[in-house]
Nanobody
Framework: QVQLVESGGGLVQPGGSLRLSCVAS????????FLWYRQAPGKQRELVAR???????TYADSVKGRFTISRDNAKNTVYLQMNSLKPEDTAVYYC????????????????WGQGTQVTVSS
């Protein structure tokens, strides 16, 4: 059973920084890509950042230049460094990953973490 567990959320003042972490555990062959989503109250979940197995990254326009996604393959971990935080960044942040697991054969499956709250407020 594969699990994703996020940590690092909290309350921060505008202009501050936080680093989110997400660890994948369980029996797996490889992690193709990691993604971070967020969902603010009353809004749809949106993709914030993505990192592929190649190390290539993509970002939502709203976070470009402020957020950095990275991964440590040896630790099956993805990070989201968030700088210059704004009140509009307040949301529950979810880790998501496409992971190859063994069923009858190696199969690509999608997994979600439980989410971590980020609140930006003075």
């Amino acid at each position: 059973q594969v699990q994703l567990v996020e940590s690092g959320g909290g309350l921060v003042q505008p202009g501050g920084s936080l680093r989110l972490s997400c660890v994948a555990s369980g029996t797996m062959f490889s992690i193709d890509d990691f993604l971070w989503y967020r969902q603010a109250p009353g809004k749809q979940r949106e993709l914030v950042a993505r990192i592929f197995s190649s190390g290539d990254t993509t970002y939502a326009d709203s976070v470009k230049g402020r957020f950095t996604i990275s991964r440590d393959n040896a630790k099956n971990t993805v990070y989201l460094q968030m700088n210059s935080l704004k009140p509009e960044d307040t949301a529950v942040y979810y880790c998501n990953a496409n992971i190859r697991v063994l069923r009858l054969r190696w199969t690509l499956e999608n997994y979600w973490g439980q989410g971590t709250q980020v609140t930006v407020s003075s």
